[in-house]
């Protein structure tokens, strides 16, 4: 089974409960393991900083609040992320215009590539 996430612990952030939960399975089917998920700013937050992650899945908006302050967290930690959303014609803010952008529904093979390919390779 191929598993593109294998090893990795992604943070989930998503306030739809039910794209949360299949965010999660098919992350954990991929081989992460899934911190989280999360539906609010405050608890994703709280969350990556005590948790160790190696990247991120971020719904832009969480009930109303932007999520780029945690963007911002992350970026500061060098820790990748791709962002997704139900707005697909919404601008990033410029400093993370770099950062992928999926438009809801999303393709959970491309979702999960993007975050493998953003992970820099071991030192040989």
Request: aromatic share 6%.
């Amino acid at each position: 089974m191929n598993e593109p996430l294998a090893g990795l612990r992604v943070l989930v952030v998503e306030d739809e409960f039910l794209l949360a939960e299949d965010l999660q399975r098919e992350a954990e089917a991929a081989g992460a393991t899934v911190v989280g998920p999360v539906p609010s700013l405050a608890q994703a937050m709280e969350l990556s900083a005590e948790a160790r992650l190696d990247c991120a899945i971020l719904d832009v908006n969480l009930q109303g609040e932007m999520v780029f302050p945690l963007a911002d967290a992350l970026q500061a930690r060098h820790i990748p992320f791709v962002f997704i959303s139900g707005y697909a014609g919404r601008q990033m803010v410029p400093r993370h215009a770099g950062a992928r952008l999926f438009a809801k529904p999303i393709d959970l093979t491309a979702v999960f590539c993007a975050l493998r390919q953003s992970i820099p390779s071991p030192p040989a």
